[in-house]
């Protein structure tokens, strides 16, 4: 029997048999890609199309995008538990005390660095598409310039964001930013200039829950149902049930909005709009699932839910992945190797080079 089998791999690698048990027992219980806001089902007809890179890179893409889909709480929570958890190990592995505290340090460093990709590393990103060729993919909050198939405003008055599609004109923001009152005059003043007005989260959730059925008076075309910026992907199913039973009512829009600021270029939520329908019907709202259930878990749980959501929600190519770089990385660890050499899978390659020229030997010719 090879070394590398007698090894006692539960007693010096926990951490790497505990991923691989993770990836394999998440599938028992998978989450779906994406869901419908509105039905919580998964659509039907619209799948998640993975760069090649994507893929190959699983272990990165996934992590960096259930990064970036935490709520504001849930990231404050995650990283309260983790950067000690982190650092602590660091301090208490083996070694001078010097080198200890040099890796305990370098965690902090290493958590910094992991925020700036999040925030800002250009990288694969999953994208939406439909089996259906009659409906059109649309970002209806989006802060963009190079291309312009739907110009927009985000028009902020009085504690309220509101997104202005359309061929509209400037407007005098301090005429609607005195009160509640006066602010819901936009919509009229937007109507006006050839626009429509769109209620952007999470601000009518936060400053106007009370208001909304004088938005509906006051002429509001629709309200964000799903926003991808930390401050909002949080708006719970029950807050949701409500303003779409208003927009339902009232037939107004009801969308989604990746509201992307430069958030790794990634976006949680797509709207798929058909051409023959209008007002509540015109559009459907997707949503990948990581995102979708940041409501469902207190922000305390962060530290193990977005970690068992992100790997519930792995295709079966990224398992592929996250196993094929597990096993990369274990057997470069734990390849028996002569004193003075260095760590690496040149050595598994000399090692299994040996037994088949042994294996030549011994085979009668």
């Known amino acids: 029997m090879p070394k590398i089998v007698r090894v006692n791999l539960l007693r010096r690698y926990p951490i790497t048999l505990g991923l691989i048990a993770l990836v394999l027992v998440s599938a028992l219980a998978p989450l779906p890609a994406l869901v419908d806001a509105v039905s919580g089902a998964p659509p ?8 090649a890179l994507y893929t190959v890179f699983a272990p990165a893409s996934d992590v960096l995008d259930a990064l970036t889909f935490l709520s504001l709480e849930r990231a404050r929570a995650f990283l309260l538990v983790w950067v000690p958890v982190i650092a602590v190990w660091g301090l208490t592995r083996p070694g001078p005390l010097a080198r200890r505290l040099l890796r305990a340090g370098a965690t902090a460093l290493g958590c910094a660095l992991l925020v700036v990709a999040v925030v800002a590393l250009p990288r694969p990103v999953q994208r939406l598409v439909t089996a259906d060729s009659t409906l059109t993919v649309i970002d209806y909050h989006a802060h963009t310039a190079p291309i312009r198939l739907l110009p927009g405003v985000e028009w902020s008055v009085y504690g309220q964001h509101v997104v202005a599609l359309g061929a509209g004109t400037l407007i005098d923001r301090a005429a609607y930013s005195s009160d509640a009152h006066g602010m819901l005059g936009v919509f009229a003043e937007l109507h006006r ?22 938005f509906v008076t006051a002429g509001v075309d629709g309200f964000e149902i799903v926003n991808c910026a930390p401050k909002a992907i949080g708006f719970p199913a029950t807050a949701r049930a409500r303003v779409l039973r208003l927009a339902e009512e009232h037939d107004l829009l009801a969308v989604g909005g990746s509201d992307n600021h430069g958030w790794g270029k990634v976006t949680c939520v797509w709207n798929l709009s058909g051409p023959s329908a209008h007002g509540y019907r015109a559009n459907r709202v997707i949503v990948r699932s990581v995102a979708f259930a940041q409501a469902d878990w207190a922000p305390w749980t962060a530290a193990y839910t977005q970690p068992w959501l992100m790997f519930a929600g792995l295709s079966w190519s990224e398992r592929s992945s996250w ?11 734990a390849v028996p190797r002569r004193e003075g050499d260095a ?3 040149g050595i598994l390659a000399r090692s299994l080079s040996l037994k088949v020229l042994k294996l030549r030997r011994s085979t009668p010719g």
């Open 44 to 51: 039907p007809d619209a799948d998640l199309v993975r760069p």
């Open 193 to 214: 200039t050839g626009a429509i007005g769109i209620a952007s989260l999470p601000e009518y959730w936060l400053h106007h829950w009370d208001d909304l059925d004088q």
């Open 323 to 333: 196993l094929t770089w597990i096993l990369v990385i274990l057997i470069y660890r």
């Open 343 to 345: 760590a690496g899978i």
